[in-house]
């Protein structure tokens, strides 16, 4: 086993606004195990190498073994890749490095901190499509130099979601985010944390990209999406969704975040939107749906259909009814008879199988139903008030809104 101290000295770091928070080594891999201490505590480190980083390779810290995997937000240059962030929960004073290839070269690029207070969750009212409660960065950047850029303006067409691919066991996401910050800033050179924003396992959002002074966050250009930002907004659940489901308090945020966003800037969430990448990208989309990565993991992929439809529902129950357009694929070809509707029958004449139905009035009120699948053919209760209504029909992939008028 080979052993290496690792001094933390100013000058061994690159020039950038995160420079005193990070420090550089290389060394020669001569064993497939090499110690790495370190002159003072570090809370993140991230390694660079040249051709293949070797599935095997981990990293060992306090009994805890982190896998090493490429991060694929950063473009490999000259086939030199950089892993994913590893942080420690507390900072740690040595590490091992394992299954690597012996005779090449490596770069252990390590994060060191200032604490900061950890901000818990805010939490907002359910059912309100105004902008839920989230960390700033003026309070999770608390002494961490804030970035000093261009800040450019953009319109958002398409949510874009990630993973952290972090560690499931940290619980100091305040602590986290720095560390995703510092890493972005100080290690990739961008011009500050890549995300819009950030959720964390117990609900907590956190303002990522800072948008100055003459913009909001959900407006500001990021770089999270393979180079190609522009229309997009990134949202990034901090942790790995390779095998494990997010929480259900990270999962209500997301959906609260998004709906949000929907709902201010009218994004239909069951549509597509042209993208460069992809000429018909979902509007709730994943990071894999612009370019080959894992991120943001199987389970959450899968799963994105589940989050448009919540979305759609939450939207609904605000009182948003963004999918209600003529250009809605087979929108015009759904009749109801009679529309308007004297007593307490509707049917439906419909080109695909309608799964169910749902009636609400204006304000997002649900109004109970009786729905005959055989006939295609809706009971409305004779205590619903004469007014105007959206009937949300569901079929097998999509979801459409008529307006009727009970009279």
Known sequence: MNRFVFLIIANLCVINLNAQHISRMHYVCDNKTSSIDFFEPVGAVVLRGQGVLPDQAEIIADGQSNRLSRDEHVVSIDSIWTSNLIVFEPSVNDIEIKGLIEGNTYELISIRLPSADHQGLIRTPSNDCSQPSMILQSEWRAGLPPPDYERIFNNVNNLIIHHSATANTLTDYTALVRSIYTYHTGVNGWSDIGYNYLIAPDGTIFAGRDP?????????LGAHFCASNTGTMGICLLGTYMNDSPSDEMLASLIRLISWKSALDSIPPLTTHPHPLHPALPVIAGHRDGCSTLCPGDVVYNNLQAYRNQTQDYLVSCGVFLNIRNDVPNQNSIRLKPNPVIGNEIGISTPATLKSAAVFDMNG???????????NQLLIPPSLPTGMYILQLSFETEIHWIKFVRL
């Open 365 to 375: 009120r649900s109004f109970s139903l009786y729905f005959n699948d055989e006939c």
């Open 212 to 220: 100055g002074n003459d913009m909001e966050t959900h407006q500001v």
